[in-house]
C-alpha cells in the first residue's frame, strides 16, 4: 500500500549541492526528503532528480544504489510527476556521450551531446528561455525570462512535441522539455530567483 | 541571449572587509545584513572568501551553513579549501560553487580530483597575480603574501586541460584602486584560455564595467569596492550595461 508519506522525494545519488533544491521546494512548504532509499521515493506523491556531473557518473550511482528500476516504475507505470534538473533531466535520454556512451533512463526520446560552440564551455550564468508551445507549467510566467544555467551538454532532443521551451548559446537547443508527467529543465531553477520559483511551484502542481 | 553577470564578492575576516592591493583591510560592514541586501536585490551571483581560513587553517561551515540558508542567489565559496572533503562538506552546507586558489597553485592534480570527482560546473580556480620586480606576470598564493615562482600565462596553459568551470582572474596590483580592470591582461588570458574568465579588481566606475566588456570577450565580472564605497549598486551597473546596449539580467 503506498501511504504518500512526502509531497517529494529528491534522490539523493552523491552529484554535487543539491541542499538548494531542498530548500526551494521547503519554501512552499512541501514535505521533502533528500534520499536513496527504495521506500521513501515510492512513498513520495512527485520525485525530483537533480544533478550535477557527468552523464556516465551519474548512471552508474543510480545503477549502484540499485534505484533505475524503482524511478522507471514511478514515472512510467505510477506516472508520478517526475522533474529532472540539469543532469537530472539529461538521465532522461536514450543515451548520452559524455566520457563514454551511456544509455541513459530513455523516459523522453533523445541523446545528450556536447555543445557544440565557438564560446567557451561551459555555458554558465542567466540565459533566456523561449517558451516552443504553450504549457501549464508556464502559468504566471512570462516568455523569454533569464534562467541560471551550468552545463556542458545538452539534449538533442528527437520530437519536437517534447520541446516546451528552447535556449540559445551559439544555437538553440532544449532548455525545457516534457513528456506528460515527466519534465526537464536543464537550467537550475532553484537557482533562478523568482521566475525559477514561479516554475518549481507550477511543477508542484501538475 | 547569454547575459553579462554582475558578481558583489564579500571578504570576510570576522567581519566584512575590503582592501587595497590585498592589504590595509578596512571593515565595511555586517556580513548577513549585506548577504540578505543582495539576496533581496537579486544580484546575478555572489562570492563570498573567508581571506583567514587558509592561516588559521578551518573553514568557517557553521557560518557558511547559516548565511547560505539566507541566499537564493547563485553562491561561490572559497578560502582555505585544502581537501576534498572541505569541497563537499561546502556544497552540502549550500555553497553552489567552490573556489580553489593556494592548493591548485601548490598541486594542480588536486584540481583534477577535484574536477573529476565534483564536475567543472562546481569548481572555480581563482588566480591571483601582480606584475613582479622582473616585470613578470606572477601568481601569487595565500591572500596575495606569497609569491609563487609561476608565471600566469604559463599557468592558464596547463589549466585548460583540468578543465575547472571558470577562473576568477584577479589582478592584486588593481585590487581596491578603483581605477578599472586590468583589461590587457585579462584580454591574453582570455584569449589563450578555454575556460571562461571571471574579471576581478579594480572596478570603480560604471565605465569600468562598460570598458573591459567592449574590449574582451568576458562575460563575468566581479566587484567589491564599487559596492562597498559608493552608492553604485548591481543594478545600477546592469542598468547602464543595458543603456549602452550590452545584454543583462534585469
Known sequence: MNINKYDVAVIDYNTGNIDSVIKAIKYFNKSVILTNKQKDIDNSKRIILPGQGSF??????????????????????DKIPTLGICLGMQLFADLGYEKEKTAGLGFI???????????????????????????????????????YFVHSYYFDCSKS???????????????????????????????SLKNGFKLLNNFLKI | MHKVRIAPTLLYKNNLVKGKNFKSWRVV?????????????EVDELFFFDIDASKNNSIQLSLIDEFADECFVPLTVGGGIKSLDDIGNLLKVGADKICINSSAMNDINFLKKAVDKYGSQCIVLSIDYKINKKEQKEIFINSGNKPTGILLENFIEKVSKVEPGEILLTSIDHDGIMKGYDI???????????????ASGGAGSLNNFYEIIQKTNIKALSAASIFHFTEITPLDVKLYLDSKGVKVRI
Open chain 1, 56 to 77: 556516465q557518473f551519474g548512471m552508474q550511482q543510480l545503477e549502484k544504489l540499485n534505484l533505475i528500476d524503482l524511478i522507471k516504475k514511478k514515472a512510467l507505470i
Open chain 1, 109 to 147: 526520446k533523445g541523446e545528450i551531446k556536447k555543445i557544440s560552440t565557438s564560446l567557451k564551455l561551459p555555458h554558465i550564468g542567466w540565459n533566456e528561455v523561449s517558451f516552443e508551445q504553450k504549457n501549464d507549467l508556464f502559468d504566471d510566467l512570462e516568455n523569454d525570462k533569464d534562467f
Open chain 1, 161 to 191: 512535441k517534447n520541446i516546451l521551451a528552447k535556449t540559445s548559446y551559439d544555437f538553440k537547443f532544449p532548455s525545457i522539455i516534457r513528456d506528460n508527467n515527466i519534465v526537464g529543465f536543464q537550467f537550475h531553477p532553484e537557482k
Open chain 2, 29 to 41: 560592514g555586517n556580513l548577513y545584513q549585506m548577504i540578505k541586501l543582495y539576496n533581496l536585490r
Open chain 2, 184 to 198: 590587457e591582461t585579462i584580454k591574453k588570458i582570455s584569449k589563450i584560455s578555454d575556460v571562461p574568465i571571471i
